[in-house]
């Protein structure tokens, strides 16, 4: 049929289908189409649709046990966890009466009777490995089993764009599937902005989001208001709180050998201008300068080889015997024995994490001389471990007056360390903070997650 204007119209039930009409329903039908495919889609790639390759399905909130349960609210998980947090944010005395409360039950229950030390209790970060990949960090039972609980130990890398976001897109995939995901601060200031200059790793403010939706923080911090968001549980627990004071094995011993003290003053600076300025090389030179002037002491430096550096301001010292350096390349198991040949660890440093070297070593019973203002490790000076001083001035009178007790045995650095921290008092606390922090239900799923291995179709 023509009509005066020429188009072609064509009847369709009754009724009359001109192109025009035709356009606007295939344009409609094709609109539709797109947004069901793409919610489809969303859904595949988020793990809310479609069955896993293990039987199971994969939620933003943890696995779906295909059981008649009233989801949780998923929009919930990814809020910042101040908004989530009912509770008071610092854990302590909380955490270590339900530590207390884990031993007394593993030393009561028959499987402790029995020998089954794998079913003890106690949490701790493992070792570094390729997945993760740095700075994330798994948390693992004490039997080696993983937890599904994740570790933020350093800030993102910032100097290559992609991998920042590689980092920043991984966080919140193991967010939205269901892992849990805290941060242990031993990284110098991190989370808070990190000062030193030769540094590569900062945080940006998008990384800010990030901070405040971890589940909770394992800290280091004299003041922690200065450095962790509001409104997130937390507790003091320093990654150097798990090592072991009664390790003896063939890489290392940290039970001493009661070997004879060739050193007055033990200080480690691996050397370069980030270790330089962690490890405060400025003060710890003037110091070691001003020491040797008025008392004629002996130093040991390891980690560097002065020899090989044009340090002039030492040269001298080096040359007369009064400071000895060992290179970066000593064995663990050696090092050690150099601490225990010494009579007091020095630690100059300001912009530091609870250095490792102080549990080194308060274990091999050294007394520790520490920088007052240390970001973390502070928490190990006391009356019966040490002292603080912060300058070159009272450097003097703080290590002769330390010297004296150690000599008056008025000190008692390895028992105290052995009664408060190591690796089986930290392990268990650490624990006894997630159970208190996210329940022990959301840590039962997170663990869920790992043992079904779910991929994707």
């Known amino acids: 049929m023509r009509n005066g204007g020429g188009r072609h119209n064509i009847k369709v039930s009754g009724t009359i289908m001109t192109p025009a009409r035709a356009f606007v329903a295939c344009a409609i039908i094709l609109i539709c189409l797109f947004y069901a495919l793409t919610a489809a889609f969303q859904g595949l790639i988020s793990g809310t649709q479609g069955p896993a390759s293990s039987g199971t399905r994969l939620h933003l909130n943890g696995l779906d046990p295909r059981v008649n349960k009233q989801e949780r609210d998923v929009s919930a998980l990814l809020l910042p966890t101040r908004e989530r947090w009912h509770g008071p944010v610092d854990l302590d005395v909380a955490a270590a009466a339900r530590a207390d409360e884990l031993n007394r039950t593993w030393m009561e229950s028959p499987d402790k009777a029995a020998g089954s030390w794998w079913l003890q209790p106690g949490f701790h970060l493992s070792f570094m490995e390729e997945n993760p990949p740095y700075p994330f960090q798994r948390i693992k039972h004490v039997d080696g089993k993983d937890t599904g609980v994740i570790a933020i130990i350093a800030p993102f890398y910032d100097l290559d764009y992609y991998k920042g976001e590689l980092a920043r897109a991984f966080f919140w995939r193991l967010k939205a599937n269901g892992h849990i ?40 911090f004299r003041e922690p208001d200065r450095f962790i968001p509001p409104g997130i549980p937390r507790i003091l627990l320093s990654e150097s709180d798990f090592h072991d004071p009664d390790r003896r094995d063939g890489g290392g011993s940290l039970v001493p050998f009661g070997l004879p003290k060739e050193y007055d003053l033990f200080y480690s600076n691996q050397g370069g201008d980030w270790n330089d300025f962690a490890r ?117 009178p703080v290590f002769k007056e330390l010297l004296r007790k150690q000599q008056q045995s008025e000190l008692r650095p390895r028992e105290w360390f052995r009664e408060n921290w190591g690796k089986e008092k930290a392990t268990v606390r650490l624990q006894a903070f997630l159970e208190l922090a996210v329940g022990e239900e959301r840590l039962k799923a997170a663990q869920d997650i790992v043992k079904a291995k779910v991929t994707y179709k």
């Open 280 to 396: 405060n090389w400025t003060l710890a030179k003037a110091s070691f300068k001003r020491l040797i002037t008025e008392l004629g002491i002996k130093v040991i430096i390891m980690g560097r080889d002065l020899n090989k550096e044009e340090d002039h301001d030492l040269s001298p010292l080096i040359a007369s015997g009064h400071i000895v350096t060992h290179g970066p390349s000593t064995p663990w198991k050696d090092f050690l024995r150099y601490i225990e040949s010494s009579r007091i660890l020095m630690a100059p440093n300001v912009h530091d994490a609870s250095p490792r070297v102080l549990v080194e070593g308060l274990s091999l019973n050294l007394p520790i001389l520490v920088n007052r203002h240390i970001i973390g490790g502070w928490k190990y000076v006391n009356d019966q471990t040490g002292a603080f001083f912060d300058s070159e001035e009272n450097v003097v």
């Open 181 to 220: 995901v805290i941060i242990i601060t031993s990284y110098q200031e991190f989370p808070g902005r990190i000062e030193n200059p030769y540094d590569d790793r900062h945080t940006t403010p998008q990384d800010r989001l990030i901070h405040e939706a971890v589940d909770g923080y394992v800290h280091c």
